[in-house]
């Protein structure tokens, strides 16, 4: 299947810090996602990005297609406990085809 | 926003032994349905796409005779583990998409069920 990247695999940070994780893959997505998982839980959907060059905000999360179409970040700002968790990037090329990245596992200390 | 339930969260069983493990749309019609698997600190990995009413289709590498799908309603899916070994032994994720819509936001994630086979 395909491989997507993510950096970094773990991050420790204080409250109130911002956060900047990304996704690389060597193929061509047509969408990119970023998804949020709990432990013991399935993944919530919290960004789509449908085209390249697309930058996308929901809260305190902001997220951008990469114009390679090979590529997409994520941002969190002022960080809060409640983000903790793994942050998956997924990539689509058809309706059906869904790939998860390697995920960023974030830890924020109070 | 729309739910899927998974059932049981979490199972043991013993090796050689089957599981079966049920997804549920619960206030929507899911016409495409997803079984993943997800082993510890690690991605999430399709194992199968299920349609309702016809045969599911399987990623490569993933045994159709020992993961049996049934899709048999809009708002069911089941996934059966057969002869299941310890090597089995993984979180299983479905996901079910809303009608014919391909749009990921109307794709939703259960819980997820713990199986461990002993």
């Known amino acids: 299947g395909q491989q997507l990247n993510q950096s970094p695999q773990s991050m420790f940070i204080q409250e109130g810090e911002d956060v900047s994780m990304n996704c690389t893959s060597s193929?061509?997505?047509?969408?990119w996602l970023w998804y949020k998982q709990d432990p013991g839980e399935g993944p919530v959907l919290l960004i789509a990005?449908?085209?390249?060059?697309e930058l996308t905000s929901n809260g305190r999360l902001t997220a951008q297609f990469g114009i390679t179409r090979k590529d997409s970040f994520l941002n969190i700002s002022a960080s809060i406990p409640s983000d903790v968790g793994i942050y998956f990037c997924a990539g689509r090329t058809g309706a059906n085809n869904l790939f998860f990245g390697t995920g960023t596992r974030l830890t924020v200390i109070p | 926003g729309a739910v899927v339930s998974q059932h049981p969260s979490w199972v043991i069983c013993k090796s050689g032994t089957s599981v079966k493990i049920e997804c549920r749309s619960l206030d929507f019609q899911a016409t495409t349905m997803f079984w993943y698997r997800q082993f510890p600190k690690q991605s999430l990995m399709l194992m199968a796409t299920?349609?309702?009413?016809?045969?599911?289709?399987?990623e490569q590498g993933v045994e159709k005779d020992k993961f049996l799908i049934n899709h048999a309603s809009l708002t069911l899916s089941t996934l059966t583990v057969t002869s299941a070994h310890p090597e089995d032994s993984s979180f299983y994720i479905c996901?079910?998409?809303?009608?014919?819509?391909?749009?990921?936001?109307?794709?939703?994630f259960g819980p997820g069920t713990r199986l461990t086979v002993t």
């Open positions: 990005l449908y085209k390249a060059g």
């Open positions: 299920s349609n309702e009413g016809s045969k599911a289709t399987y």
């Open positions: 193929s061509i997505f047509n969408t």
């Open positions: 996901s079910a998409r809303e009608s014919t819509s391909g749009d990921p936001m109307k794709q939703y």
